[in-house]
């Protein structure tokens, strides 16, 4: 499985396929509008199609392609579970903040959960089983309409996932006032933290002892 990050809360994940471990499924979540600030690929292709919310900054799905010509990828907008090319989606309507979805994805043995530029401030307790053992959590925490460090601090120690990958805050030429990931990362005690523009997931960095925080750059 790897990652991308393309700034704001919009991903792209591979998962390899259980019988052709050499062909992916990509799941792309989030894509933007231009008015942001930032820019996606102009290829930018997926077989699923992820929405957590109806906003520009959420929902620009004419910008994402189908992997094969004239084929759209499935679209995923509403709360529920979801079985897509041996990848399960469960998308989960939080009430302390109704408008966003948090989805838990699933493949390759690994249980991805996104939440959103989700600024409930706290998660209730029914939610938090429903997400259940997160291996890797990806968090906003660039304050402004989602959680700043401190609350997504909290959040993180309910959730207690494996590895974190912050998103959803400030990085060049956008133009929504968020806040550096700095914050977070000394909230967390992880210092000069190197970013890198994709992360392969390896169990070895999945460690039950410790959360390992990861920074991507988009």
């Known amino acids: 499985m790897k990652l991308r990050w393309y700034g704001q809360s919009c991903f792209r994940i591979s998962v390899r396929k259980k019988e052709r471990k050499r062909?992916?499924?990509?799941?792309?979540?989030?894509?933007?509008?231009?008015?942001?600030?930032?820019e996606l690929p102009s290829a930018l292709k997926g077989d699923i199609l992820i929405i957590s919310r109806n906003h520009p900054d959420h929902n620009n799905k004419n910008s994402v392609k189908g992997r094969k010509s004239k084929e759209k990828p499935f679209l995923?907008?509403?709360?529920?579970?979801?079985?897509v090319k041996d990848i399960f989606i469960e998308g989960i309507r939080e009430e302390n903040d109704p408008?966003?979805?948090i989805f838990a994805i699933e493949g390759e043995g690994y249980r991805i959960c996104h939440l959103s530029s989700f600024g409930g401030k706290e998660l209730?307790?029914?939610?938090?089983?429903?997400?259940?053992?997160v291996d890797i959590l990806l968090v906003p925490v660039g304050n402004e309409d989602s959680?700043?460090?401190?609350?997504?601090?909290k959040i993180i120690n309910e959730i207690d996932p494996k590895m974190v990958i912050p998103m959803y805050y400030k990085?060049?030429?956008?133009?929504?006032?968020?806040?550096?990931?700095?914050?977070?990362?000394?909230?967390?005690?992880?210092?000069?933290?190197?970013?890198?523009e994709k992360y392969k997931?390896?169990?070895?960095?999945?460690?039950?002892?410790?959360?390992e925080i990861r920074v991507l750059k988009p």
Not at 76 to 83: A, L, Q, T
Not at 124 to 133: A, D, S
């Open 23 to 38: 062909q992916t499924t990509n799941v792309i979540i989030d894509p933007f509008s231009k008015e942001c600030g930032l």
């Open 171 to 196: 990085v060049p030429k956008l133009k929504r006032d968020l806040d550096k990931v700095d914050d977070f990362l000394k909230k967390m005690g992880a210092g000069d933290t190197k970013s890198q």
């Open 147 to 153: 959680l700043n460090a401190k609350e997504a601090t």
């Open 124 to 133: 209730n307790n029914k939610t938090v089983e429903r997400i259940g053992n």
């Open 99 to 101: 408008e966003k979805i």
């Open 201 to 211: 997931v390896k169990k070895k960095d999945l460690s039950e002892d410790e959360t």
């Open 76 to 83: 995923i907008n509403k709360p529920g579970e979801y079985e």
